[in-house]
């Protein structure tokens, strides 16, 4: 896959998650073919409301119990994409805000001072990218749905993902698998600070190919 169709389909599929259909904008004359399974789209919104009342209930426990990262910022997205969803039962339910707001000043306040987030690994680019992967789909959803309200709450994530950049433009892997992880985070920094740096890390990655054996 190249970068520019990388970029447009994280975007799309971060809207997807809220039930809605998409188009994406190919790089060449053809033009997508667009078919919304409706059934699959109402099961997966039943299932988040019923996370809803849920991460209501316990996401102050997380933050105070010191949560890691990426169950805050899971949290955060389940919020997020039961506020955005029209087909779910809190569609812009003004009370999932101050909770999204809390996780993401938690979130803000765990992350180091290089970006990078401590889950096991310390200071570990892969590990962050995951956390990362989650806030770019909430920051997505969130501004595809632009509503006045969520601003500021779009402001805080942008500015987590802003402070990882360089650390993941720069850092490393554990796995060979960790490189597309990075590339995810990356294509969805590129949607609130672009720079000719993050493109040409994600090429970086996505031209050293698959790796595959007879295995």
Known sequence: MDRRHFLSTVGAASVALAGKSVALRPTTAVEPVIQVDDRLLNTLTAVNDLQVPVTLASYQRQ????????????SALRLVAAFVNPRGQSHHNSVLLGPIDALLDA???????????????????????????????????????????????REKYAAIMKKATPALVTGGVHTPNHRWEICKALAHIHHVRQGRDVLARIDEWLGEGIDQDEE
């Open 63 to 74: 933050i105070d119990s010191r949560s890691g990262p990426r169950a805050l910022a899971q």
């Open 107 to 153: 979130l803000a306040e765990q992350q180091n001072a290089s970006g990078l987030y401590d889950i096991g690994n310390l200071d570990s680019p892969p590990d962050t990218a995951f956390v990362i992967s989650d806030l770019g789909i909430g920051y997505d959803l969130l501004r595809a749905d632009d509503q006045t309200n969520t601003a500021a709450i």
